[in-house]
C-alpha cells in the first residue's frame, strides 16, 4: 500500500520536526512570544516560524516524499534530493530565528542573516517542489487526493514568495514601492497560503487517503468531493491572488478576503461531510487510535471555523486572530500530525522489518508494535490542554496558557516517548521481535528498499 520502495530520510524530518515542536511547547511554557509579547514582536515571529516552518511543514515534506508516490501509484522522481533539501530547511530555519532574534537586539552580530535565510529555505522549499511535481507531473491524470496536494504545492510556492518579499524589504535590499505594499498589507495573505493552502489543503487531500486505507474504507471522488476541491482552490486562488492584485491596484483587499472566506468555508463543510461518510462507510469497525485522535483534529478544524465565523460576527475577530490561529495551528494542524505520525512510525517500520520476510516467518501485525491503551492518556492531555489554552488566549489569561503549554509539552513528550518504543520494537514480543537476517531499524533513517 505504501509504493514500491520506503523513502529514506523521512524518519528524519520527522525527527527534526518534532524537535522543532517540542521547542515551541518549551517556549510557550517559559512564556515567550504571544500572549507575553505582541503579535507583531520578533519573539513570536520566532515562535510562529518555529511552529510552521520546523513542525508542520518539516512533518509535511517528509510526510509527502513517502505518500505522494502512494498516491499517484508511481516512484519518488529522486530518491537523492530529500537529504540535500532537509539541510537546506533546517539550516534556512535556523538562520530565519537567528535573524528576528537580531531584530530584536538578543544577537548583536552584523551577519546578513534574512538574505541567507531567504535563500536556503527558497533552495529548499524549492528542491521539494521540483522532487514532488516531477513526481505528480509523471502521474497525470491525478486522482482527487493528488490534487489536493498540487493545489497546496502551488500555496507552497506562494507563500515562500511572501516570505521572501517580506525579508527583502525588511532589510532595505528592494525599495519597490509594489513590494512595500505587499509588506504592509500581505501578512494575511502570507499566513493564508501557509497554514489555509500549504498545510490545510494538503493535509486534507492526505487525509482522504490516509483514512480510507487505514480504516478499510472507499476511495473518494463524488461530486461533493470534486466541488469542495474546487471550493478551496477558488478559495486560495482569490484570496492569494486577488489579495496580491488588491494590494496593487489599491483595491478592496476586505472584499477579496470576504470572497474567500465564503468559498473556503463551502469547501471545509463539503470536506467535513467527506470525513463523516468515511468514518460511516468504513468496513474496520473498532478503528484504530490513530484514527479515532484524527477525530478529536477534525473537531479541531471544525471548531476552528465555528470560532471565527461567531468572531467575526461579532467584531472581535481581529482582537483574536492568535487565538484562533493557535486552535488552527495545534487543535488541527498538530493534532492530525501527530495522529497520523503514529500509525505511519509503525508502518513504515514494520514494512522496513517485516516485509522482506512476510510470508517466510512467522511476524507480529502492524498494530503489535504499538500499545494503544498506554498511548490514549497522552493524546487526551494533548487535545484537552489545546482546548484550555485556546480558553486561556481568548480570555486574555497568558498565566494559565503557559499552564496549557506545559501540559502540552509533558503529552507531546509522551506521545513521542511511544514512536521511539515502536521504532525499536520494544513492545513487540521477543519471539518475533527480529527474525533471522532483519537488523534493527535505525532510528532516523529508513535503511531497507522493497522491490
Wanted: with cysteine; net charge positive.
Amino acid at each position: 500500500m505504501l509504493g514500491a520502495t520506503l523513502s529514506r530520510w523521512t524518519m528524519s524530518y520527522f525527527a527534526a520536526a518534532l524537535i522543532a515542536f517540542l521547542a515551541a511547547e518549551l517556549l510557550m511554557t517559559l512564556g515567550y512570544g504571544y500572549p507575553s509579547a505582541p503579535v507583531e514582536s520578533a519573539s513570536t515571529l520566532v515562535l510562529v516560524h518555529l511552529v510552521v516552518l520546523g513542525w508542520l511543514s518539516l512533518l509535511m515534506c517528509g510526510a509527502l516524499f513517502q505518500f505522494v508516490p502512494v498516491l499517484v501509484a508511481r516512484a519518488l522522481y529522486s530518491d537523492s534530493l530529500p537529504l540535500p533539501t532537509l539541510v537546506c530547511l533546517i539550516v534556512g530555519l535556523a538562520a530565519l530565528l537567528l535573524g528576528f532574534l537580531q531584530m530584536d537586539g538578543f544577537v548583536s552580530t552584523v551577519f546578513a542573516f534574512f538574505p541567507a535565510a531567504a535563500a536556503l529555505l527558497a533552495i529548499g522549499f524549492g528542491l521539494a517542489l521540483w522532487n514532488l511535481g516531477r513526481t505528480l507531473w509523471a502521474a497525470r491524470p491525478l486522482p482527487l487526493p493528488a490534487r489536493f496536494v498540487v493545489v497546496g504545492l502551488c500555496s507552497l510556492a506562494a507563500t515562500v514568495t511572501f516570505g521572501i518579499i517580506f525579508t527583502l524589504v525588511l532589510r532595505g535590499v528592494t525599495d519597490n514601492p509594489h513590494l512595500a505594499d505587499v509588506v504592509a498589507n500581505g501578512v494575511p495573505l502570507h499566513a493564508i497560503a501557509g497554514l489555509g493552502g500549504w498545510l490545510t489543503f494538503t493535509a486534507m487531500g492526505v487525509s482522504y487517503r490516509l483514512l480510507a486505507m487505514f480504516m478499510l474504507a472507499p476511495d473518494l471522488d463524488s461530486s461533493r468531493s470534486r466541488a469542495g476541491f474546487y471550493s478551496g482552490t477558488a478559495a486560495l486562488a482569490v484570496a492569494i491572488g486577488g489579495g496580491v492584485a488588491a494590494i496593487c491596484f489599491a483595491a478592496s483587499l476586505t472584499l477579496a478576503l470576504l470572497a474567500a472566506g465564503l468559498l473556503g468555508l463551502c469547501a471545509l463543510v463539503l470536506y467535513g461531510a467527506d470525513m463523516l461518510r468515511l468514518y460511516r462507510a468504513r468496513k474496520r469497525r473498532v478503528i484504530e487510535l490513530n484514527s479515532r485522535m484524527a477525530a478529536f483534529a477534525m473537531a479541531g478544524l471544525a471548531a476552528s471555523v465555528i470560532l471565527i465565523v461567531a468572531l467575526a460576527a461579532l467584531g472581535f475577530f481581529a482582537q483574536h486572530v492568535a487565538a484562533t490561529a493557535f486552535l488552527v495551528a495545534f487543535g488541527w494542524l498538530s493534532g492530525l500530525g501527530l495522529a497520523k505520525l503514529y500509525k505511519i512510525t509503525a508502518f513504515l517500520t514494520w514494512l522496513e522489518c517485516y516485509g522482506p520476510v512476510l510470508g517466510k516467518t512467522a511476524t507480529p501485525r502492524v498494530q503489535d508494535l504499538a500499545v494503544e491503551r498506554r498511548a490514549i492518556r497522552w493524546f487526551f492531555l494533548y487535545f484537552c490542554a489545546v482546548w484550555a489554552a485556546t480558553a486561556a488566549l481568548l480570555l486574555e489569561m497568558p498565566m494559565a496558557f503557559q499552564a496549557c503549554a506545559g501540559l502540552m509539552l509533558i503529552a507531546s513528550l509522551g506521545i513521542i516517548v511511544q514512536l521511539v518504543r515502536i521504532r525499536r520494537l520494544l513492545d513487540v514480543g521477543v519471539a518475533m521481535r527480529l527474525p533471522p537476517g532483519i537488523r534493527m531499524p535505525q532510528l532516523l533513517r529508513c535503511s531497507v528498499q522493497h522491490d
